[in-house]
T-cell receptor
């Protein structure tokens, strides 16, 4: 069964550094998402991406965040200048079409020190 | 009112018990509904979609009540392996975008 893959599984970075989290969605899926989950808290929507542009973003997704689909397969989340409060699990997800269930990757645990 | 609301639990039930969770949503125009299961520090995994007429998958039954804006999940004959957090997910589907909103999750512990 095709799956969403994310790399790295764990990233440790110092405050103020830039990080790029990578995702390869399922190949015939059209909508792509990033979610965040701070330890012990709920899964929070960050951004959705469709047709090579952001379709919706949350208040969390400020100017420090950006997404890109550089080559038709990878889908990346960049955090320009990490803060301690960015420490969380970041999940990439994709869906084939609107209203279908989300398929999640295994997540990247980001630790900002 | 929160967009998607769940009782966080925990629900502690003995093996073999039947347990039910509810989830309420605020946007009456919401189009699609799902239950996901999440194990500690893992990604959410789809348990089942929720259809208007209700649907069943083995020991799991999901119901949708549009009038009262809630969905439910019933687990029969609970197993130890059912211990997890159950996440309600609602897709408001407004403006042609698909933004899946998660509830806080309901924690279930099945006890031997």
């Amino acid at each position: 069964e095709p799956e969403v893959t994310q790399t790295p599984s764990h990233q440790v970075t110092q405050m103020g550094q830039e990080v790029i989290l990578r995702c390869v969605p399922i190949s015939n899926h059209l909508y792509f998402y990033w979610y965040r989950q701070i330890l012990g808290q709920k899964v929070e929507f960050l951004v959705s991406f469709y047709n090579n542009e952001i379709s919706e973003k949350s208040e969390i997704f400020d100017d420090q965040f950006s997404v890109e689909r550089p080559d038709g397969s990878n889908f990346t989340l960049k955090i320009r200048s990490t803060k301690l409060e960015d420490s969380a699990m970041y999940f990439c997800a994709s869906v084939r079409e609107g209203n279908s269930p989300l398929h999640f990757g295994n997540g990247t645990r980001l630790t900002v020190t | 009112r929160k967009e998607v609301e769940q009782d966080p639990g925990p629900f502690n039930v003995p093996e073999g018990a039947t347990v039910a969770f509810n989830c309420t949503y605020s946007n009456s125009a919401s189009q699609s509904f799902f239950w996901y299961r999440q194990d500690c520090r893992k990604e959410p995994k789809l348990l089942m979609s929720v259809y208007s007429s209700g649907n069943e998958d083995g020991r799991f039954t999901a119901q949708l009540n549009r009038a009262s804006q809630y969905i439910s999940l019933l687990i029969r004959d609970s197993k130890l392996s059912d211990s997890a957090t159950y996440l309600c997910v609602v897709n408001p589907s407004t403006s042609g975008t698909y933004k899946y909103i998660f509830g806080t999750g309901t924690r279930l512990k099945v006890l031997a």
